[in-house]
């Protein structure tokens, strides 16, 4: 039976063609598909009964995610290649193969053509990758017998067998003009862009014409034979002979929110994706020029030989910027594929907001759950967690989300910075929670407000055990605490709970475990963002006090005015004199920065 959350998911999938991914608790993708339907395929999944390794591969899916395509064919090309980049579990028949094959004429006075599945700078040309290894090999053959170039080794003084069986030029026993090569190569490579019509004409009719002589078995193989060549040779938007590595970057906007859609193209193929969503407070241009610029300043990003987007944005300033070509296709098969991450991106908001929408309507009943595990009154509505952070036990710092009803309430989110004792190592999970437990609850009950039904601490007993012991001992509270643990892969696991630090256990499918999970994820960002905050402040103030001369009152003008290192070293002299600081003082800055 489907978890709530992926049922919400199920009744979003789309009526399109595109490859599907399922993932398992820790988020790790254990099978990929393809879908002529993905609403119809995926949901059969979960609505319909199964035996073996289907039915153990539904057993472990807590989630899935999905990719538009725009025809059937390129699902499966898409499937093909994200099996050959996650090399999931449940794939093990496809994602065994040293890869898929292209066909290649090669670069020689007397060429031919083979099946090759490595692509070299070596002037032949490529064709492909194929799918279906078996139909590129028809497709092979059938080339080699009706444009054949070179079969046989070269020259050998005599004419090779193939030679007398039309499959070969003469190349063994004769100078082959090069224009008879030139014009074979011209047939074949037309063939092999799509131009099939012809060819399977001709076919169709010797297929009917056996069929009519009763030679079935004659005529089935003809039917074979162009059932290989639509599938090796039909022209595919995702594949392209053009090589050059290209990222191209879509995005859809509403509400406030933005929706990004990035394609990886690599080898003339969709290798991966890569979606963001995040709240805009700028025009959708400028969020959006501004994401691609940030997307490149990340360590070991490195950037292709083209960057593709849609119309309406400053390319030649991106280009300057980044220092390769960022261009807008207008037709073609570029084109066609910036219309697909549209179509993505608008597809991913549209999900996000009707999930929130469910998300909203089931908060509650989430919350409920995570109250029943525990045994505690389903009437509860407020719980707030907390989480410490620190490097190497400086700069200590905790945070605290509230969540009513399953809700986040940013409003009532709070910081604390936390006492560094010089005696003491700043790490000590035991204290930091003593403090910051007392702090926030001494204030709630000073000013009267109400306390929250149950408290969350991220870490596990020890936290745990200290919250406990300082409601209970010193502020006479009875509010129950529960510690979240994490397991090896720093995934949400569990709950520990009561007098024996017991492990409490939810269902990793059920609504209850997602909020649980989102809670977990919020504190610990909130408490991470904070940190980072502190210590950039920081380390800027440590900054400035090597410089001599610069004592607190100069290092407080100085941040409140230009607030950041690079700003002070990209100011003047008399600016800095400006904030009624000395003259030798503000050259002494200068030159220290």
């Known amino acids: 039976m489907a978890s709530a959350h992926i049922e919400a998911k199920l009744a979003l999938l789309p009526d399109l063609p595109g490859s599907y991914q399922m993932k398992d608790i820790n988020g790790k993708i254990i099978y990929v598909g393809k879908a002529k339907n993905l609403k119809n395929r995926v949901r059969s999944y979960f609505k319909s009964s199964h035996e073996g390794k289907t039915a153990k591969l539904v057993s472990e899916i807590a989630d899935f995610d999905f990719i538009v395509t725009s025809t059937d064919k390129e699902a499966f090309l898409l499937e093909i290649t994200l099996i050959q980049k996650y090399q999931p579990y449940y794939n093990i028949k496809l994602k065994k193969g040293t890869g898929y094959p292209y066909i290649k004429i090669t670069n020689e006075r007397d060429p031919q053509i083979l099946i090759t599945g490595d692509v070299k700078k070596d002037g032949g040309y490529y064709f492909g990758p194929y799918p279906n290894v078996y139909a590129a090999e028809e497709t092979l053959q059938f080339i080699q017998r009706v444009y054949p170039l070179r079969r046989c080794h070269g020259y050998q003084g005599r004419p090779c067998l193939y030679y007398h069986m039309g499959q070969c030029l003469g190349a063994c026993f004769k100078e082959v003009p090069q224009e008879e090569y030139e014009a074979q190569i011209k047939r074949i490579k037309s063939f092999l862009n799509g131009n099939t019509a012809k060819v399977k004409q001709q076919l169709t009719k010797r297929m009917e014409d056996a069929a009519a002589d009763l030679e079935f078995e004659r005529a089935a193989d003809i039917r074979d034979q162009i059932k290989y060549i639509e599938a090796t040779v039909e022209k595919q938007k995702i594949i392209s002979n053009d090589r050059t590595t290209r990222d191209l970057f879509n995005f859809y906007w509403d509400k406030g929110w933005m929706s990004i859609q990035v394609f990886f193209i690599r080898q003339a193929r969709l290798m991966k994706r890569e979606k963001r969503l995040f709240p805009i407070v700028n025009t959708a241009t400028e969020e959006f020029e501004s994401f691609i610029l940030q997307f490149y300043n990340r360590k070991n990003n490195v950037k292709p030989h083209e960057i593709l987007v849609p119309k309406g944005m400053d390319n030649q300033v991106l280009s300057d910027i980044l220092g390769v070509p960022v261009r807008t296709p207008q037709r073609g098969e570029k084109r066609a594929l910036l219309d697909l991450a549209a179509k993505n991106s608008r597809i991913t908001l549209e999900e996000k907001f009707r999930l929130l929408e469910l998300d909203n309507r089931k908060t509650s009943g989430a919350q409920e759950e995570i109250m029943a595990a525990l045994h505690l009154p389903k009437s509860g509505h407020v719980i707030e967690a907390f989480d410490h952070s620190h490097i190497k036990g400086s700069e200590p710092v905790s945070a605290m989300v509230q969540f009513v009803d399953g809700r986040p309430a940013k409003s009532n989110y709070r910081k604390y910075k936390l006492a560094q004792d010089e005696g003491q190592h700043s790490a000590n999970e035991d204290a930091n929670t003593r403090e910051v437990i007392r702090r926030r609850y001494t204030r709630l009950l000073k000013e009267h407000h109400p306390l929250p039904d149950l408290i969350l601490m991220d870490g596990g007993a020890i936290e745990m055990n200290a919250a406990k012991e300082v409601l209970a001992d010193e502020l006479n509270l009875d509010i129950p605490v529960a510690g979240m643990v994490k397991n090896d892969k720093h995934r949400t696991a569990a709950l520990l709970f009561g007098d024996a630090d017991q492990p409490i256990n939810l269902d ?39 410089i001599p001369g610069v004592g607190p009152k100069t290092r407080g003008k100085l941040l409140r005015e230009f607030k950041t290192i690079n700003n002070i070293k990209g100011a003047t002299v008399d600016e800095i004199r400006a904030l009624g600081i000395s003259k030798t003082t503000a050259q002494t800055i200068k030159l220290s920065l």
């Open 508 to 546: 990793p499918r059920s609504q209850g475990f997602y909020l649980l999970e989102r809670i977990q994820d919020e504190v610990h960002r909130f408490a991470i963002t904070f940190h980072r905050q502190r210590h950039s402040k920081n380390s800027l103030s440590s900054h400035l006090e090597s």
